[in-house]
């Protein structure tokens, strides 16, 4: 894992007109898949095939993004480079990395989602 990552409600918000009511369905989405999500990239590294390796990374590059975790989209994207060119070395490691990212994030989102509005 990169480093902490840090939910910056006001720079989403931003983005998202204000709207308190998206901001909460996005995260209920997030906690609500988080486990499908990193089951998805166990199952395409298992596989060994760089196509559905980046693809998984992609969708969890985005995902991250939602959230303005620039460090873990970009762990996702290293990710999703090294499975485009091929190259599967070491990529273990880092999808249990990112996994381990996915459910950092997903912490700090419950929390969040603990507190009144």
Known sequence: MTG???LDKA?????????EDIFAMMLAMYLQDVDRYSANM?????????AEVQR???TIKGLLA???????AADAS????KAKAGDMDGQEAAVQ??????YHVA???????????
């Open 4 to 6: 902490k990552f840090v």
């Open 11 to 19: 720079a989403i918000l931003e983005r998202l007109g204000g709207d």
């Open 42 to 50: 166990a199952a395409a590294v298992a596989s060994g095939a760089p």
């Open 56 to 58: 998984e990374a992609h």
């Open 66 to 72: 939602t959230f303005s975790d620039d460090l873990g």
């Open 78 to 81: 290293a990710i999703e480079r």
């Open 97 to 102: 990395a990112l996994q381990a990212r996915l």
């Open 107 to 117: 912490e700090i989102l419950k929390a969040e989602s603990l507190l009144p509005r």
